[in-house]
């Protein structure tokens, strides 16, 4: 329970810092000190982040609320930390200048874990 419990501060932490991807991805900031490709793709990289703290965020609420069993959420907070993780591979991609692969798996990410966090939120409305 404690992994959800931490997933739910840091969604509600960037709920109130930058906002949610699904409803205003124009408002993640990205370094003006990158070139217009690379932010581009750090942008694509924070409404991942975004997304997946959303997620996490109503996971864990379902599950704190007896919605879902633990094993329910649990399993969906594994796909989560996968996805999390190469979130991660793609943030050090672009950190490391590799700007088109970066591009590549956080546009591929984003659409996945928006995905997931549709699917999520439409099995806590049953």
Request: charged fraction near 20%; hydrophobic fraction near 50%; glycine fraction near 4%.
């Amino acid at each position: 329970m404690n992994i959800l419990l931490k997933w739910l501060v840091i969604a509600s932490t960037i709920a109130l810092v930058g906002g949610c991807a699904l409803v205003a991805p124009a408002d993640v900031p990205v370094s003006q000190n990158l070139s217009q490709p690379a932010q581009a793709v750090q942008k694509s990289i924070n409404e991942a982040n975004i997304a997946l703290a959303a997620a996490a965020n109503v996971v864990a609420q379902n599950t704190v609320d007896g919605i879902w069993t633990k094993e329910e959420g649990r399993a969906y907070v594994a796909k989560l930390k996968d996805y999390a993780g190469k979130v991660d591979a793609a943030q050090k991609m672009l950190d490391s200048g590799d700007v088109l692969n970066a591009k590549n798996q956080s546009e591929l990410l984003s659409r996945i874990i928006v995905a997931l966090h549709r699917e999520v939120a439409a099995r806590s409305r049953k």
